[in-house]
């Protein structure tokens, strides 16, 4: 079994900072790309930024220049640095793993957090 817990979400002002973890346990045997995903209230689930096992990253527009993905690989954990926020980033972030469990190594899938809130006031 394999849990994502995230962590770091809250209520910030238009401006301000927040800093999100994700720490994937559990039976995994290897996890290839960790990213952060979000969904505001009446709209689509969208990636935010995404980072694979060779530490190449990938962001959306709308992010780019205020957002920072990071990994510890050792610590099966999967940061995202978010300054400059604004209203628009406001919406449940949600953290997904690539991986591999130890009973089937060799197949790989997506396993999602429970998300954390991020609520950004102007």
């Known amino acids: 079994q394999v849990q994502l817990v995230e962590s770091g979400g809250g209520l910030v002002q238009a401006g301000g900072s927040l800093r999100l973890s994700c720490a994937a346990s559990g039976s995994i045997f290897d996890i290839d790309a960790m990213g952060w995903y979000r969904q505001a209230p009446g709209k689509q689930r969208e990636l935010v930024a995404d980072?694979?096992?060779?530490?190449?990253?990938n962001y959306a527009d709308s992010v780019k220049g205020r957002f920072t993905i990071s990994r510890d690989s050792a610590e099966n954990t999967v940061y995202l640095q978010m300054n400059s926020l604004k209203p628009e980033d406001t919406a449940v972030y949600y953290c997904?793993?690539?991986?591999?469990?130890?009973?089937?190594?060799?197949?790989?899938?997506?396993?999602w957090g429970q998300g954390t809130q991020v609520t950004v006031s102007s």
């Open positions: 980072i694979t096992g060779g530490d190449s990253t």
């Open positions: 997904k793993a690539f991986l591999s469990i130890v009973s089937d190594y060799s197949v790989y899938g997506d396993y």
